[in-house]
């Protein structure tokens, strides 16, 4: 059963508390004499690294960096939540954390992603996946490159890759071992990746990741599989691919953490501050709202003040109002079904109490709980030994206490 969002908590502190987490002060004014597509892009392209996102980023790059066995590593979430940005920030991370090694191979890549598209048919394809795959691998405009792909695919006159259509399956899966083994990256990364569980009928959920866990293995190539919630269903499906992979959570803010909620108030305190427009909006008050039409995903968040910064260009007023979120904001319907699928999720990734106690029974592993009720259960009952009295004392008893009326006689 799906639990219920506890009551959100008040967050009372200053206004400075919050300008304190929110990073440099706001966008350029030059931008206010730019054309409206201009400021869209500032905006679009504006990002807030807030604490949940360096939490999830410095754990994604030690997990890329250092391994330790484990060839796949889950990224999940809520849609929304910010896995795209997550994702540009490991990128750039990663081109300058590798800059030296990049700069003595052309050839090298430190990461390459691919977003694995749901097919029209309703099942994954892993023909096109390999082919995107290969395109994300062989960047075009560099010349003298190690031809990797034999008879699959050929190159145009600007060195992109053009495939055979009779290449198969096969061909193109050797092709893509050989590419990722020759750019030796650091991690191959499939964005949406709850496609994967589309499957043909017949196809088990396990063979379909058992294909990403072998080019893993082949390639000694680290995969990350970044989606929603609904990738929880690779998370268990053998002990070997539990003791291989690694979970990253990136959850939304809640309104029951005070944390969270200064936290979130920060980003939307950010937020305000970019949107370039000539009188700065006054978001903070409309917090809670902003909240609720979110469910806490800043993902969410920044796509809803683009869409109103749009409206608010076009209608060239001078700033962005209340009414402006309203007529943009999500439904109530489409809300509750965000934060149910997120609910489950969380519901599934978090450890009860009850959960550990099951494993420790499978385990034979009696909890402290359970031994000390046990030891107290296997506790003789205490027997009392009736004490000796002397000849003429009376057993004890109660007397009878108060004042006694008699009739007279």
Same mark, same amino acid.
């Given at each position: 059963?799906?639990? /219920?969002?506890?009551?959100?908590?008040?967050?009372?502190?200053?206004?400075?508390?919050?300008?304190?987490?929110?990073?440099?002060?706001?966008?350029?004014?030059?931008?206010?004499?730019?054309?409206?597509?201009? +400021?869209?892009?500032?905006?679009?392209?504006?990002?807030?690294?807030?604490?949940? $996102?360096?939490?999830?980023?410095?754990?994604?790059?030690?997990?890329?960096?250092?391994?330790?066995?484990? =060839?796949?590593?889950?990224?999940?979430?809520?849609?929304?939540?910010?896995?795209?940005?997550?994702?540009? #920030?490991?990128?750039? +991370?990663?081109?300058?954390?590798?800059?030296?090694?990049?700069?003595?191979?052309?050839?090298?890549?430190?990461?390459?992603?691919?977003?694995?598209?749901?097919?029209?048919?309703?099942?994954?394809?892993?023909?096109?996946?390999?082919? /995107?795959?290969?395109?994300?691998?062989?960047?075009?405009? &560099?010349?003298?490159?190690?031809?990797?792909?034999?008879?699959?695919?050929?190159?145009?006159?600007?060195?992109?890759?053009?495939?055979?259509?009779?290449?198969?399956?096969?061909?193109?899966?050797?092709?893509?071992?050989?590419?990722?083994?020759? /750019?030796?990256?650091?991690?191959?990364? &499939?964005?949406?990746?709850? #496609?994967?569980?589309?499957?043909?009928?017949?196809?088990?959920?396990?063979?379909?990741?058992?294909?990403?866990?072998?080019?893993?293995?082949?390639?000694?190539?680290?995969?990350?599989?970044?989606?929603?919630?609904?990738?929880?269903?690779?998370?268990?499906? =053998?002990?070997?691919?539990? /003791?291989?992979?690694?979970?990253?959570? @990136?959850?939304?803010?809640?309104?029951?953490?005070?944390?969270?909620?200064?936290?979130?108030?920060?980003? $939307?305190?950010?937020?305000? +501050? #970019?949107?370039?427009?000539?009188?700065?909006?006054?978001?903070?008050?409309?917090?809670?709202?902003?909240?609720?039409?979110?469910?806490?995903?800043?993902?969410?968040?920044?796509?809803? $003040?683009?869409?109103?910064?749009?409206?608010?260009?076009?209608?060239?007023?001078?700033? @962005?109002?209340?009414? #402006? $979120?309203?007529?943009?904001? @999500?439904?109530?319907?489409?809300?509750?079904?965000?934060?149910?699928?997120?609910?489950?999720?969380?519901?599934?990734?978090?450890?009860? +109490?009850? =959960?550990?106690?099951?494993?420790?029974?499978?385990?034979?592993?009696?909890?402290?709980?359970?031994?000390?009720?046990?030891?107290?259960?296997?506790?003789?009952?205490?027997?009392?030994?009736?004490?000796?009295?002397?000849?003429?004392?009376?057993?004890? =008893?109660?007397?009878?206490?108060?004042?006694?009326?008699?009739?007279?006689?």
């Amino acid at each position: 059963m799906v639990r /219920r969002e506890s009551r959100p908590i008040e967050y009372t502190g200053r206004v400075g508390d919050i300008l304190s987490m929110a990073g440099p002060v706001g966008f350029p004014r030059e931008l206010l004499t730019q054309p409206a597509e201009d +400021r869209l892009a500032y905006f679009n392209n504006h990002t807030v690294a807030h604490p949940l $996102l360096k939490e999830v980023d410095q754990a994604l790059m030690r997990a890329i960096l250092q391994p330790t066995g484990a =060839s796949l590593i889950f990224v999940f979430g809520p849609t929304g939540v910010g896995k795209t940005t997550l994702l540009l #920030h490991i990128q750039k +991370r990663l081109a300058e954390a590798l800059q030296q090694d990049e700069s003595e191979d052309r050839g090298y890549i430190p990461l390459a992603s691919v977003e694995a598209v749901a097919s029209d048919s309703g099942s994954f394809s892993w023909k096109e996946h390999y082919q /995107r795959a290969l395109q994300a691998l062989s960047e075009p405009l &560099i010349k003298n490159k190690l031809d990797y792909v034999a008879r699959s695919a050929k190159r145009n006159r600007n060195g992109q890759l053009i495939f055979n259509a009779k290449a198969n399956t096969s061909e193109l899966r050797l092709a893509l071992e050989g590419a990722l083994r020759h /750019r030796r990256l650091k991690a191959f990364i &499939i964005d949406e990746a709850q #496609h994967l569980t589309r499957m043909a009928s017949g196809r088990r959920l396990q063979d379909q990741l058992d294909c990403v866990k072998s080019l893993a293995n082949l390639t000694g190539t680290v995969h990350v599989l970044v989606g929603t919630y609904e990738l929880l269903a690779f998370r268990n499906l =053998s002990g070997q691919l539990s /003791r291989r992979s690694a979970d990253i959570h @990136l959850r939304r803010y809640r309104a029951d953490s005070a944390a969270d909620v200064k936290a979130f108030q920060s980003v $939307l305190w950010d937020f305000q +501050r #970019h949107l370039p427009l000539l009188q700065e909006p006054e978001l903070l008050p409309h917090w809670r709202y902003c909240y609720e039409r979110t469910i806490g995903c800043v993902g969410v968040l920044k796509t809803w $003040l683009l869409q109103s910064l749009t409206e608010v260009l076009e209608t060239e007023a001078p700033t @962005l109002t209340l009414h #402006h $979120l309203e007529k943009q904001a @999500l439904s109530i319907s489409r809300c509750v079904s965000m934060l149910t699928e997120a609910l489950q999720g969380e519901e599934a990734l978090s450890e009860r +109490r009850e =959960s550990r106690e099951n494993l420790q029974q499978l385990l034979g592993i009696e909890a402290p709980v359970q031994l000390a009720a046990k030891s107290k259960a296997q506790q003789p009952p205490c027997s009392q030994k009736p004490i000796p009295h002397r000849v003429g004392q009376r057993h004890p =008893s109660r007397d009878p206490i108060g004042t006694h009326f008699h009739a007279a006689p």
